[in-house]
């Protein structure tokens, strides 16, 4: 298997129920399904039932071509071409929808090993065992609660987690899921840009986090999505290209029209870029400042909702 590297895919800031076990092996949880994963150079071992073979595959998107989306960065973009040799074992994950809309909710302002535990103390707290995976690897493992699992906890239950203000995103979510005014079927079935105006409707779900979602679990991966991080990586590499034309713009319209001028070549695949520049920048030892950090970790700094579907990467639909 080329372009498959799980150490890259660990820790590129989409997944947090991925444990190392081994040197070269991982466990993965996803929905009711464990995994336990091995690499040895190109060669995949995956240790699972015969019959959920097919879900990890799909899971891990075995089938889609990153080569080719590799091949399309043009020599002159040094700095993408980088970012890319760097993470080019990167896989977008086919996420479960709900667990990817909690985890982010969840991921403002908190480094990834702070968004583990969070997801960690949820499950075991509001999720059901898993009694096989469990008497396999001789200790307990927990699905991640689903919204009607998750209804029964209080305010107060929520906030003794430690999950500060995020307790009341967290709290109306599942209320407005459990409720049915907010349906998880109908966002599952939507195109990138209805699904970013049906996530950006919900208390406390800004467009950064909506295009984390899009991008992590329904698998829009024209998803874009930009924080702080991503703008100073713009402002050091991009903005200097055009800086006549950039000097001249609102502060607001900088990192949109960036993401407009160098990634619209990249429409239907775009946020496989921004994830070959997040992990990048995490693991390179000159730039430590993002050693904890995820995409979602920092205030919303994207464009305002009014102003995504502008952008060229933002209009495709599926």
Known sequence: MTNFDLKQIADSGQCFRMTRISENGWSAISKTHRLEIFQNGKELLLDCPENELAYWKNYFDLDTDYAAFIRSIPEEDTYLTKA???????????????????????SQQKTIPKIREAVELLSAHYGTPLPDASKKAGKVFFTFP????????TLDDLTSLKLGYRAKYLYRLCRSVNSGEFSLDLLSGMNYTDAMNYLTGLYGIGEKVANC?????????????VDTWIRQIFMKHYYPRREDVYCRLPKSRIAPSILQDYFSRYRGYAGVMQQYIFYYERTSSEKSTLQNSECCNFPDASPGPENYSKSPVSRKTR
């Open 146 to 153: 689903t919204p009607e699992e998750l209804g029964h906890a």
């Open 213 to 225: 979602i899009c991008l992590f679990a329904l698998h829009h991966i024209d998803a874009f999505p």
């Open 84 to 106: 890319a040799a760097s993470g080019d074992g990167i896989r977008i994950l086919r996420q479960d929808l709900w667990e990817m809309m909690v985890t982010f909710l969840l």
